[in-house]
């Protein structure tokens, strides 16, 4: 073989080399644009700060609480205004009680307390919290129903509330319900509130 056959044979085998490096490179760079959630792998085309709080927001309700809020399910209404102060509002949403505009806290803290049955009763200190509901301006992170499906996957409750208004997703971990709920008309269905109660 002529020494020119031999230089083309040793370049070929160079090209072959770097092209065959270059594309296990470019197979480790498309594996890393993808991270474990959930025990599946998820393609990053969410931002990084909003597949870490949606992270954060579903290790917080595996504990019973909301992420942010110190407060988990099952205190006591005593507990929050002990923490957050009193609040400037007590409302009720279908009869149910919530306390809301607390001087330390964003988050809506609903109760075991039937205000239709017990408008003569009034708050008690006992009453135990079953929901804690906050805006994802409580984190300064907007989040839209898609990308909560791309990190969660599909939801075990999906639907429209006719009634209430809003689209919700719902997931179910153990006794806890994560819930989403999202503007309807809204082409991008921005996420307006997150709650965790007892299911």
């Known amino acids: 073989m002529s020494m020119w056959k031999v230089k083309r044979v040793i370049w070929g085998m160079a ?13 480790k760079a498309e594996s890393q644009s993808s991270i474990s959630v959930a025990g599946e792998r998820v393609q990053r085309n969410i931002s990084e700060v909003s597949l870490q709080l949606l992270e954060d927001i579903m290790e917080s309700a595996k504990e019973g609480r909301i992420n942010g809020v110190d407060i988990p399910l099952r ?6 205004a002990s923490m957050y102060g009193q609040p400037k509002t007590i ?5 149910w009680t919530y306390s809301y ?19 003569a009763v009034p708050l008690q200190n006992e009453t135990i919290v079953n929901q804690i509901a906050v805006s994802p301006e409580f984190y300064g992170v907007p989040l839209i129903v898609d990308e909560v499906k791309q990190v ?4 075990d409750e999906e639907f429209t509330s ?6 919700y997703l719902v997931y179910k971990i153990d006794s806890v319900q994560l819930r ?9 269905q ?8 007892w299911i």
């Not at 409302?91 to 009869?95: I, Q, R, T, Y």
């Not at 006719?162 to 689209?167: P, S």
């Not at 921005?190 to 109660?197: D, E, K």
């Open 75 to 80: 205190s006591t209404y005593g507990e929050v």
């Open 101 to 119: 505009d607390h001087p330390k806290s964003a988050a809506a803290f609903y109760y075991e307390h039937d205000s239709c049955n017990s408008e």
């Open 15 to 27: 090209a072959v080399a770097v092209l065959l490096s270059g594309c296990s490179v470019a197979k």
């Open 190 to 197: 921005q996420i307006y509130q997150i709650s965790v109660s």
């Open 91 to 95: 409302g009720n949403n279908e009869c």
């Open 162 to 167: 006719e009634a209430y208004g809003g689209h």
């Open 180 to 188: 989403f709920v999202a503007e309807e008309e809204s082409s991008s």
């Open 152 to 155: 969660f996957g599909k939801p």
